[in-house]
Structures are given as C-alpha cells and as structure tokens.
C-alpha cells in the first residue's frame, strides 16, 4: 500500500479537471471565432487567442503530472 494515496487521489482529480478545462477552451474558442467581425479578427483568434486558452487549460494536467511523479518518486525512496 503506498503512503501518498493524497498525492494521487489530486492527480485523478486534477487530470480530470484539465480534461474540462481543454474541452471548455476549445468550445469556447470556436464559440469565440464565430462571434468575432472580420476575416483578420477571427485568424487572430484561431492562432494566438486559441492556443493560448488550450495552453493555459492544461496546466492543471501538468501539475496532475508533477503530483504522480512525486508520489512514484517516494514509493521508490521509501521501498529502499
């Protein structure tokens, strides 16, 4: 049984709010390039607005990641 069940159970948690969070930037990205007036405007949005929201969105993912890693890295630590 491993000791950093906390670190876990917040990675699952935290996975699956990034997972949201990249399907709601993206709708809302589209949602976005419709709303906009104008051919510029809407590239704009497609190309630096959208990868931002979808950049930013998976950082919970990221620290999801982190989280794993460290519980991994103390079960390893604390199996020697």
């Known amino acids: ?3 950093y069940g906390a670190l876990r ?19 809302g990205t589209i949602i976005w390039a419709i709303e906009v ?3 510029w405007p809407t590239l704009g ?7 931002i929201a979808v950049f930013l969105a998976t950082l919970p993912i990221a ?7 460290l ?3 103390g ?4 199996a020697r």
Not at 19 to 27: D, E, F, P
């Open 1 to 3: 049984m491993t000791q």
């Open 9 to 27: 159970t917040w990675s699952v948690f935290l996975t699956l709010l990034g997972i949201l969070y990249v399907v709601l930037a993206v709708a």
């Open 45 to 51: 949005v497609l190309l630096v607005g959208g990868p």
């Open 37 to 39: 007036d104008g051919f």
């Open 63 to 69: 620290l999801a990641q982190a989280f794993r890693a």
């Open 71 to 73: 519980a991994d890295v």
């Open 75 to 78: 079960d390893t630590v604390a």
